[in-house]
């Protein structure tokens, strides 16, 4: 049976128009293996109010990663936290994770409590298209999944 | 238009319990081993996934990459294969390995891709 996909290689309405930095937006999925990923997902059409944070997600450990010297290093959400606080893409308010599979377990609600802030993450593997927009599913054209929301918990991890 | 899966065995991480075991395709012996990866390398990314992934038969080798799904007009394949036809000597099917050849082991830089109609079996 065949399936359709979600995005080609022109904008989406409302999609940014550059993958550098730009306010609103921390991407660190830097050059190197997976960097469509961030290519891909930083044209993707903003949500008022919330910084996009643009990372590979790491499902069995419930981490995210990023690939630095030549190796892929997973990250918990103290070390996201201290990323995001220093990127000048930040300043404050709500987040929307765009890490696979964060939103499933326990690590945006981590994430969420150390920020201090809204996290949106997904509930499974997301998708960037070359257009800018996101799918979440097991496969990049079945999109069954959503984004779930998490509220800061004072004395959370 | 229409892309054919090739490549997605039922161990890996987005593949269909339906596709065949990769165990039943290792060590196998490979002609034109370089230029099949090369080839699986530089296809062009349809749907960029933000997952990492692990080889899935020896899990303590660690990350091996994103399984992307990489297109080149006419088949689609998981961003992870490669690492698997170097390391593990699998095999893939003729016709695949047969239209790279065809190609002389080329992707062409640019696709025409109507996302519109496009159909993946």
Known sequence: ?157 | MILYRRGYYKEMAHADVTDPSMLDNIGKKIEHKKEICKYLQNGIVLAACGEIVKDVLHPEKGIVGTPDDLTDGKWIWPGDLAYYVQNYDLKLDDDFVNYMISQHWNVPKEIDIDYDDLEVI
Not at chain 1, 13 to 37: I, Q
Not at chain 1, 107 to 124: H, L, R, T, W, Y
């Open chain 1, 1 to 157: 049976m065949g399936a359709g996909f979600h995005g080609g290689f022109g904008a989406t309405k409302g999609s940014r128009s550059s993958n550098e930095a730009y306010p609103g937006a921390v991407k660190l999925v830097k050059p190197g293996p997976g960097e469509e990923f961030g290519k891909y997902a930083m044209k993707a059409p903003p949500k008022p109010g919330y910084t996009d944070v643009i990372i590979h997600g790491d499902p069995d450990k419930d981490l995210v990663a990023i690939f630095h010297n030549g190796k892929w290093t997973n990250i918990d959400q103290r070390r996201l936290a201290t990323y995001v606080k220093h990127d000048l893409g930040y300043k404050s308010g709500p987040i929307r994770l765009i890490s696979c599979g964060t939103g499933k377990k326990e690590f945006a609600q981590n994430f969420a409590n150390k920020m201090g802030v809204e996290v949106i993450a997904p509930s499974d593997t997301v998708w960037a298209h070359p257009n800018g927009s996101l799918t979440i599913g097991p496969k990049a054209y079945i999109n069954n999944g959503k984004w779930n929301t998490f509220k800061p918990k004072k004395g959370g991890r």
